[in-house]
């Protein structure tokens, strides 16, 4: 069903209801208009909670980005897994080939996020910059510690995976205080998960292990809750920091 189509029907949908509530309609006109919008809600599968809340509006997307890499250090997966989750979505991963890959060539892995629409948009975006912002970072605290060059991928594996444990937290709490009621956090959740099983069927969940440096996890969980999460969004990223 397109845009147009869905907006129509809850456009219907409120204008019955509103003639429910006037002043000036007869008991005739009120009787008439409750069976039509039983009769809408029957047909299009909706609840009086969807109309209330504009869930019949929301569309889920699959949003795809491609890291041109055959492995990805631990702090990508679980950065990514961290800002789906907080926003309701679900992250895959996946393995691609390029159109004219080399025989024997390795798959590369590409990162699903899996949303409705805004949430699917906010968690892509979120991604993109907080993967450079967090790699510039960490890599300038680490130089503060002078500890050999050979430590620097755990330290910095270690403080972003720290960080996006505190961005997680900072984004779940900001979804406890708006008015986004638990009641349509489990419609999304719904609506996400047939989605996945529709487009995947059944998939595994994926175990990340690894040895990691508690201080630099720490240093990590106390950047995560002061770095800027909005800088406003934008159309065309800067790029992702996908590497070491």
Known sequence: MTGEKKKDIMFRIKKLMALNK????????IQNATVAVKKLLEKHQLSMFDVEK??????????ERETGKTTLPNWVKLLGSDIARALDCKLILSKYEYEYIEYGAKPKIKFIFIGCETDAEVAVYFFDTLSVDLFKLATR?????????NRLARFRNSFIIGAGQSIYKRLK????????????????DNMVNAFTDKMFGRLKNSKINGKYDGEA??????????????????????GQRLSG
Request: hydrophobic share 25%; net charge neutral.
């Open 217 to 238: 996890m720490a240093q990590g969980r106390e950047a995560g809750k002061n770095i800027p999460l909005r800088k406003g969004m934008r159309n065309g990223y800067e």
């Open 141 to 149: 605290e680490f130089k503060k510690t002078e500890q050999p060059h």
């Open 22 to 29: 006037g002043n000036n309609a007869t008991e005739g006109e």
């Open 54 to 63: 504009g869930t019949f509006e929301e569309v889920v997307l699959k949003l």
């Open 173 to 188: 709490k900001e979804e406890r205080e708006s008015q986004t009621g638990k009641d349509l956090v489990v419609v999304k």
